[in-house]
């Protein structure tokens, strides 16, 4: 089934969150040596073979950078990392208990992570070849949801240490963890503001999902959505002038400090999963309007809203290149869950993966 198809109140999340405890933690701190490398090269972009909704088309243009992705192809949850044309395909973590949803540092030299290797969620970190693998969180409580500060000097994530999902800060290395929300209701999804200074989250604590903010020290917490409907899932613009969220099946949009919040997309079915480009002008989203899920896009305003991926398949979790140039997304069109690579028109789209097994949550280098 669709593993990304939407998520509209706090309490499915948290129970997703903690579902995690059984999945989701790395080996010792500072854990020894060199992930060895799987032997594994799929063909190249232009080998693969390449799809639009109107059937085979030309190539995608030439891609640059690196995507990051967690892979079940060697029986568990392994992070993997590929060149955007899909050559290259390695085993990062390379260990029998369960690694995923890779994020990378600003800079691209480290990936933060959750494993499962004590029996508990923790996140960790590594080098970007895999070497240096070590827990950071290292304690008793379930661990997830790791987001590197803009300047990678920290490291946001969820905990349930306090028998609730609190939102936590820590420095790159593990040192200084705090609890930032410290609050008995649920709050999760922690987006730093492009300048470091902001977190923007959500939060059940006024018995409603809602959409606050506060300083990167957990001071000035203030609730930017108050309607009764559950509002969720903020993306910052890359200006830090606007957030986009969703809210009962449609995608908003607000300025920062939540005035001028706005229906983007305004129709019957469901549109979730808001994502920027990286120069603001565009939104890439997942919409039901068509009777499934598909990968659309739109200008930051709401106009243009247009089919990418266009297909009977399952399509969802896009994630733009730095440059703007290609969406990475996941599909299972050919009966499993793959990572595909599309130009921003929706052209070229095509296979990166290309296995049996279960590839998903694509990280694009920056």
């Not at 996140?123 to 590197?148: F, K, R, Y």
């Not at 789209?349 to 590839?359: E, I, K, S, V, Y």
């Amino acid at each position: 089934m669709p593993r990304f198809r939407q998520r509209f109140v706090l309490l499915g999340v948290a129970c997703a969150l903690l579902a995690l405890l059984g999945l989701a933690a790395c080996g010792e701190e500072e854990e020894a040596g060199t992930a060895t490398p799987a032997a594994t090269v799929v063909g190249t972009a232009t080998q693969a073979a390449t799809r639009t909704g109107q059937g085979v088309a030309t190539a995608t243009t030439a891609a640059s950078g690196r995507i990051a992705f967690r892979s079940e192809r060697d029986g568990n949850g392994e992070i993997w990392v590929m060149n955007a044309d899909g050559s290259g395909q390695t085993n990062l973590t390379n260990n029998p208990e369960f690694d995923g949803e890779p994020a990378w540092s600003p800079d691209g030299s480290k990936i933060a992570f959750e494993a499962n290797r004590d029996y508990n969620a923790e996140i960790c970190v590594m080098n970007a070849d895999g070497t240096g693998q070590t827990n950071l969180t290292n304690n008793a409580a379930m661990d997830s949801s790791p987001a590197w500060s803009p300047d990678g000097s920290m490291i946001a994530f969820v905990s349930e240490g306090d028998y609730n999902l609190e939102i936590y800060v820590m420095n790159a290395d593990g040192t200084g963890q705090t609890n930032l929300t410290n609050n008995p209701a649920n709050d999760v999804s922690p987006a730093w503001s492009p300048d470091g200074f902001k977190f923007a989250f959500f939060s059940h604590r006024d018995y409603n999902d809602e959409i606050y903010v506060m300083n990167a020290d957990g001071t000035g917490r203030t609730r930017l959505a108050t309607n009764a409907a559950p509002d969720i899932y903020a993306a910052w613009s890359p200006d830090g002038s606007k957030m986009a969220f969703e809210s009962v099946r449609e995608i908003y949009v607000m300025s920062a400090d939540g005035t001028g919040q706005t229906n983007l997309t305004n129709n019957l079915e469901y549109d979730v999963s808001p994502v920027w480009s990286p120069d603001g002008s565009r939104i890439a989203f997942v919409s039901y309007r068509d009777g499934n899920d598909e990968i659309y896009a739109m200008n930051a305003d709401g106009s243009g809203q247009t089919n990418l991926t266009n297909n009977p398949g399952w399509d969802g979790s896009p994630t733009w290149s730095p440059d703007g140039s290609k969406i990475a997304f996941v599909s299972d069109r050919d009966g499993n869950y793959e990572i595909y690579v599309m130009n921003a028109d929706g052209s070229g789209q095509t296979n990166l993966t290309n296995n049996p097994a279960p590839d998903e949550a694509p990280a694009w280098s920056p």
